[in-house]
Each structure stands twice: as structure tokens, then as C-alpha cells.
């Protein structure tokens, strides 16, 4: 499969618990966002990585949350101190980079459910 | 004030039939592009079709085309012939920017029920 690729797909954990989540985009692409979506929701932007230089954060990231992309291949989301307002499905993208039409191919996603 | 606007949480179509989802977006920027996405009971987003802003011409893709009314800030989704496989969430998407933003802001989505 070559594809996005999302683990694990379903986190239950208690809240005030650490949590992450892995990200592998599709080999030959560059860029890797992150994205939360809520039950009934459009998914919202979090972050986006160029190879490993992280280049834009929205407001919505928090210092609870963290992200990486060593050596510009997969990425990590981490969570820290979850808070039961984290319960959502988190989704990675990649794209190969380029002009406008640059399109974003999406993983599985991540159901991260704090109780 | 919402940048992508769905103004319809709920569409039905019989099969064979088309179906319009409407978007509506708000920008300044001069250069933006709008995309339609399809995310099945799965959950994983399916790209479908994209437009520019720069775009003459409206685009298609196979059975999806796009109504672009640039005047208007409109990008409606047009699905010929509809198939049972077409039941899904639909969401209208706009990246703002040539090539200094890369997110994508969604819309709340339409969740469209192909009916036999």
C-alpha cells in the first residue's frame, strides 16, 4: 500500500495522559500537515512541515501539543496532559509540493477518544 | 466571519440523478484555490476535483464538475448520475495564497444520501 499511513487508529487513554501518534506520508512527498476533526466538523488545520522544517502552526496548536518530522520522513503528534476537549480524529496529509494545484492525499486517521 | 460556507448539512439524490452541493467562500486574496473533498463512513478523505483562482474555465473530473462564479465567491459541486458509492460527507476546501500557505480551511461539510 502505498498510501498514507496513520498509527495507531484508535487511542483511548485517561485524561492528563501523554499520548502519540505517528504519520507516514507517501514516500516521494515533502510536505506533511496535520489536521483535527470533530464529530460533524471539517477537519482544521494544526501544522505543516517542508521535509523536517515545521512552517506553519495554526492557533489551535497548543503548547500541550507538539510535532516533529525527523530527517523529513514520518511525523509524530504529540499530545501532552490530555484534556477530554482532545477527543477527535486526527488526520495526516501529504503532498508532493509545488504549484497551486498542489493536492493534499489524506491518511486513515487517527480516533483519539479521552475519557 | 466563515471562510468556506456549506449551506446544506443535508442533501438527498436518487440514483442517476445530478446533484449540486453548493460552497460559497470569502477571501481577499487574488490568488486561492478551492477544492472538494468526499470522506465515505470510513473516514478517509478522498480528493476529488480542484479549481483556481486564475482558472478560465470550469473544471471536471470525470462524473464531478465544478460551478465556478467568481463574482459571486461560488464553487458548487456538481455529481452526474449519481451512484449508491456517492453516499458520503462532502467538503469544500480553499488553500489562500500562491505558494506561502499550505492549509487547507474546510467547510462543515455535506452529507449527501444517494437514494435507490
Known amino acids: 500500500d502505498t498510501g498514507v499511513s496513520q498509527n495507531p487508529r484508535h487511542k483511548i487513554t485517561k485524561r492528563g495522559q501523554n499520548v502519540t501518534f505517528r504519520c507516514d506520508p507517501i514516500s516521494e512527498h515533502n510536505r506533511l500537515y496535520w489536521y483535527r476533526q470533530t464529530l460533524g466538523q471539517g477537519p482544521e488545520f494544526l501544522t505543516y512541515f517542508q521535509n523536517e522544517a515545521q512552517l506553519e502552526k495554526s492557533r489551535l496548536l497548543s503548547d500541550r501539543f507538539s510535532a516533529e518530522r525527523p530527517k523529513g520522513s514520518f511525523s509524530t503528534l504529540e499530545i501532552q496532559r490530555t484534556e477530554q476537549g482532545d477527543s477527535a480524529m486526527y488526520l495526516c496529509a501529504s503532498s508532493l509540493g509545488g504549484g497551486a494545484n498542489d493536492e493534499q492525499f489524506f491518511g486513515p486517521g487517527t480516533r483519539l477518544t479521552v475519557l | 466571519a466563515q471562510k468556506i460556507t456549506q449551506t446544506q448539512p443535508g442533501m438527498f439524490v436518487q440514483e442517476k440523478e445530478a446533484v449540486t452541493l453548493d460552497c460559497t467562500y470569502d477571501t481577499s486574496d487574488p490568488s486561492y484555490g478551492l477544492f472538494w473533498y468526499k470522506q465515505p463512513s470510513s473516514g478517509e478523505m478522498i480528493f476529488l476535483i480542484y479549481q483556481g483562482s486564475y482558472d478560465q474555465q470550469n473544471a471536471t473530473e470525470g462524473r464531478y464538475s465544478l460551478n465556478f462564479q467568481k463574482a459571486r465567491k461560488s464553487a458548487n459541486l456538481v455529481i452526474s448520475a449519481s451512484q449508491l458509492g456517492d453516499s458520503a460527507m462532502y467538503f469544500c476546501?480553499?488553500?489562500?495564497?500562491?505558494?506561502?500557505?499550505?492549509?487547507?480551511?474546510f467547510g462543515s461539510g455535506t452529507r449527501l444520501q444517494v437514494q435507490p
Open positions: 476546501a480553499m488553500r489562500e495564497g500562491n505558494a506561502g500557505r499550505r492549509a487547507l480551511t
